[in-house]
Each structure stands twice: as C-alpha cells, then as structure tokens.
Nanobody, 122 residues
Framework: QVQWVESGGGLVQAGGSLRLSCAAS????????MGWFRQAPGKEREFVAA????????YYADSVKGRFTISRDNAKNTVYLQMISLKPEDTAVYYCNPIPNWGATTSLYDYWGQGTQVTVSS
C-alpha cells in the first residue's frame, strides 16, 4: 500500500509563506493526477489544489486561488504546494492524495498520510 508523506509545514505569521512537499513511498507519483487537501480543527477535509500528471494543468479552490501554487517534479517523485500571503484561516493539517479524475475535488484513496501542520498566526 502506498504511503503519502507530507512535510514542510510550520508556524508562520499572516502574510508569510511556506512550501509543502508530498512524496510517495511505494508508488510512483507520476502515475497520478495529484491533489492537496486540508483539514482545519472541527471541520471536514477540503480540497485545495490539483495538478495533472505532467504538471501542465492545475486548478484551485477559490479560497486559495492567486496565493497557492501546486507543482510537481516527477523525477523526484514529489508534489509541492507553494503558499504565499498566508491567512489565519489557512491554518490546517495539509494532506496529499491522488484525485480520481480531472476536475474532481475528492481523493482517489480513502487512506491518508500523517499530514503536515500549517499554523498561521494573526
């Protein structure tokens, strides 16, 4: 079973930046269109961004459009999420997972990695 390993989270002030990374253990990330998701305390997990297998196409949740950029390096088997102009409402645990089809805002798999915590202070 593939394991998704997220990293790069931390504590930043509002307006700051972070870059998250997602690697797959036991599977080649380039096989998939990949998504980033997040879950804030007391809320359901929500879609953030997605990228196709080649990296040539992306789409985003309205709440992060213009501030977050998803990218990938298939040679490194890694997907990234560059986040700028962070807001307190971006505070959440961030996860990666493939998406089942282009345009989807749900995950392909029901199992998740440990995620990486992003905390934005005001």
């Amino acid at each position: 079973q593939v394991q998704w390993v997220e990293s790069g989270g931390g504590l930043v002030q509002a307006g700051g930046s972070l870059r998250l990374s997602c690697a797959a253990s036991g599977r080649t990330v380039s096989w998939y269109a990949m998504g980033w998701f997040r879950q804030a305390p007391g809320k359901e997990r929500e879609f953030v961004a997605a990228i196709n297998w080649s990296g040539g196409s992306t789409y985003y949740a309205d709440s992060v459009k213009g501030r977050f950029t998803i990218s990938r390096d298939n040679a490194k088997n890694t997907v990234y999420l560059q986040m700028i102009s962070l807001k307190p409402e971006d505070t959440a645990v961030y996860y990666c997972n493939p998406i089942p089809n282009w345009g989807a805002t749900t995950s392909l798999y029901d199992y998740w990695g440990q995620g990486t915590q992003v905390t934005v202070s005001s």
